[in-house]
């Protein structure tokens, strides 16, 4: 949410919207996959997008076959995240994800099935 005030954006505590605001402000995330190579945390997101890379074909996410004639493939992109740690004591995390421009894709030709990701019950922190 940017440059919105807090009548319209139904914010009951000014103090700790601009607090969370000001936290994210002070991230540099990547846009971009030539972003990620140029920052100064690359060897992170390296690492990250290798650790992606390593769940995809481990869960067998894609089959690669031959590109018929006369379609385009889905293009894709990469997205970049820093998530805090779960601890005081432990670093930020940097998160890949490699996504299908799905906006292209069409039902039937480009896909058969939709998938539908489920949160690990240890992911969820308790307040």
């Known amino acids: 949410m940017r440059y919105v005030d807090c009548v319209s954006a139904n914010i009951t505590n000014p103090v700790a919207f601009a607090l969370a605001v000001a936290e994210e402000i ?3 995330e990547p846009r971009s996959y030539k972003e990620a190579m140029e920052s100064k945390d690359s060897k992170k997101w390296l690492s990250s997008m290798d ?3 390593a769940s995809l074909r481990k869960n067998q996410t894609w089959e690669l076959v031959p590109l018929p004639q006369g379609v385009k493939p889905v ?3 990469w997205l970049f995240k820093i998530k805090d740690g779960i ?3 432990e670093p930020p995390k940097y998160k890949s994800r490699l996504v299908a ?3 292209s894709q069409k039902e039937g030709i ?3 099935e939709v998938f539908s990701p489920v949160v690990k ?3 969820i922190r308790s307040s």
């Open 110 to 112: 480009d896909y058969n």
């Open 26 to 28: 002070g991230r540099e």
């Open 87 to 89: 601890s005081e004591d």
């Open 75 to 77: 293009d894709c992109k």
């Open 101 to 103: 421009k799905g906006f």
């Open 121 to 123: 019950h240890k992911s």
């Open 51 to 53: 650790d992606e890379m």
